[in-house]
Each structure stands twice: as structure tokens, then as C-alpha cells.
T-cell receptor, first 113, second 113 residues
């Protein structure tokens, strides 16, 4: 009963390095999301994918790219990490339907030094 | 534009007392509202939602929320708080296009024995 799985759980990067956060869901959900969580700011949407093959920008997309590899997987890439991208990243997914809720992964703690 | 506000960064309550965590919202259409809870170092877990119908919504762990259209509020309540309820609580509203969820900044609930 995995739900939404994110890897890695923890990562330390140097400024300018690149990395990809992986996310997979086994609930056959159409929509997938990437959020970042910063103290006092709640969750902010980075990118989302309403369905396989589509991606759209959220509130804070700068510095990130995403790939909806298939229905199960939605990855987030930092091409050139900056200290401002130090945050906790959450992947989430949701089944289509107006009243359906979002299910979250356990989070990925990223520190950029 | 859709948004939610959680006016209290922190709420302190004694075990056994009733608790309220406040949320107000702004939406352009019909509101779809959600409450989530986050325990330390974990992802967000769904508590309850309001889609339509009865203004008092019951959810997990004995929580309930009252939807008030005239005051554009969706406050989370519980008749008798437990120490184990101590966590971070997020209110969220769904965007008109069904796919975006906007989260408040979160309220830390401290329940003291």
C-alpha cells in the first residue's frame, strides 16, 4: 500500500549542482503535483501535471523543470541549484473528479550549500 | 484568484478542552475546501473536505469543520483535544479548473496535558 513514493528523502547539494527528485504513485491517479514547503509560507505549487503528457507551471516554477514520464511517475529537476531552493519538497497525486483530494508523499529534504 | 488565510500561526489548548483552528477563503466560484494535518517529518494527511451540502463536515480522528458562506470561513474544530492532536494543520482550497490546490500558511496546534 505504497501510495506516493518520493526519492531521495534527504539530499545536500552544492550551489550550481543539478539533481532530480523522483516521484511515483501506484493509485492510478491522473494528476500529479510538486510543492515546496518553507517555514511560514505553507505549501507552494511548483508544477503540476493534469494528465500523462501534460505539465503546467504553478506559483513558483522558476529554477525547476518537470517530466511526466508516464502515468505513474512525475520527476522534478533542479538544473543549477541555488541556496534559495533549500526546502522540503512534496509530491502529490489526485484522481480526476471535482471533489477528490490530494494524496502526499513523505517529502524530500533538500539543502543547497 | 483563489486563496486561503490561516490567521493564527499557533494555537495552544489544554487537553480535554475544545479546539478551533481558523481558516478563511477567497474563491471566484463554488468553494471546495479541505483540511490536512502534518506530523513532524511527514507528508500531509487528509482530514476532511467540504464540497456541497451540510455545513458541518465530519472527518478523521474526531475532527469536524464548519463551512460558513457569509463569513467565507471553514474553521476546524474538535470537542475535546488530545495531546496526540499536536501537529501542523493546513487549510486548502481547490482552483476552479479542478487541478490546483492552494494551501494556507499552516497553524501549529499545541495540546498540553
Amino acid at each position: 500500500n505504497a501510495g506516493v513514493t518520493q526519492t531521495p528523502k534527504f539530499q545536500v547539494l552544492k550551489t550550481g549542482q543539478s539533481m532530480t527528485l523522483q516521484c511515483a504513485q501506484d493509485m492510478n491517479h491522473n494528476s500529479m503535483y510538486w510543492y515546496r514547503q518553507d517555514p511560514g509560507m505553507g505549501l507552494r505549487l511548483i508544477y503540476y501535471s493534469a494528465s500523462e503528457g501534460t505539465t503546467d507551471k504553478g506559483e513558483v516554477p522558476n529554477g525547476y523543470n518537470v517530466s511526466r514520464l508516464n502515468k505513474r511517475e512525475f520527476s522534478l529537476r533542479l538544473e543549477s541549484a541555488a541556496p534559495s531552493q533549500t526546502s522540503v519538497y512534496f509530491c502529490a497525486s489526485r484522481r480526476q473528479g471535482s471533489g477528490n483530494t490530494i494524496y502526499f508523499g513523505e517529502g524530500s529534504w533538500l539543502t543547497v550549500v | 484568484a483563489q486563496s486561503v488565510a490561516q490567521p493564527e500561526d499557533q494555537v495552544n489548548v489544554a487537553e480535554g478542552n475544545p479546539l478551533t483552528v481558523k481558516c478563511t477563503y477567497s474563491v471566484s466560484g463554488n468553494p471546495y475546501l479541505f483540511w490536512y494535518v502534518q506530523y513532524p517529518n511527514r507528508g500531509l494527511q487528509f482530514l476532511l473536505k467540504y464540497i456541497t451540502g451540510d455545513n458541518l463536515v465530519k472527518g478523521s480522528y474526531g475532527f469536524e469543520a464548519e463551512f460558513n458562506k457569509s463569513q467565507t470561513s471553514f474553521h476546524l474544530k474538535k470537542p475535546s483535544a488530545l495531546v496526540s492532536d499536536s501537529a501542523l494543520y493546513f487549510c486548502a482550497v481547490r482552483d476552479d479548473n479542478f487541478n490546483k490546490f492552494y494551501f494556507g500558511s499552516g497553524t501549529k496546534l499545541n495540546v498540553k496535558p
